[in-house]
């Protein structure tokens, strides 16, 4: 079952490469959390954990360079936000893959809730200045 179903309404920032992005985030997200919580092979999982990570990374970079592109006024905060995620997954990252950490519900709750947060406050605000 998906964590995660994008939606416009919901998280549409009517900026054509970041809901485009954002959907395949969404999509890596629900495969690695549908093989977390059905108890799939660890080096899939692992496989799943690190194309999401490498997905959300170059997302973030992409995001990054356009606004930056386009003088966003809250680039330095924005890029903050990313760099934290980025920090706390590629800590799970590694833990993981020392056979440290597991991929967990928790762990898919905690990126949901991040998305539910950061796509609406942080990404909405960039729509006019991406568009313009």
Not at 7 to 32: M, P, R, S
Not at 107 to 126: C, E, N, R
Request: proline share 1%; net charge negative.
């Amino acid at each position: 079952m998906a964590l995660m179903t994008w939606t416009a309404e919901q998280y549409g920032t009517k900026v054509g490469f970041a809901d485009d992005e954002h959907k395949d985030i969404f999509a890596l997200l629900n495969k690695l959390y549908d093989e977390a919580t059905s108890g799939a092979d660890r080096s899939q999982i692992g496989d799943s954990l690190d194309a999401l990570i490498a997905c959300v990374v170059d997302h973030f970079a992409h995001e990054e360079k356009e606004m930056e592109a386009k003088s966003y006024a809250d680039l330095v905060k924005h890029k903050e936000e990313h760099d934290k995620l980025i920090n706390t997954c590629a800590g799970l990252q590694k833990k993981f893959h020392a056979g440290e950490a597991e991929v967990t519900d928790d762990v898919g709750q905690m990126v949901k809730g991040w998305l539910d947060s950061h796509i609406p406050t942080h990404d909405f605000a960039y729509t006019e200045t991406l568009n313009s």
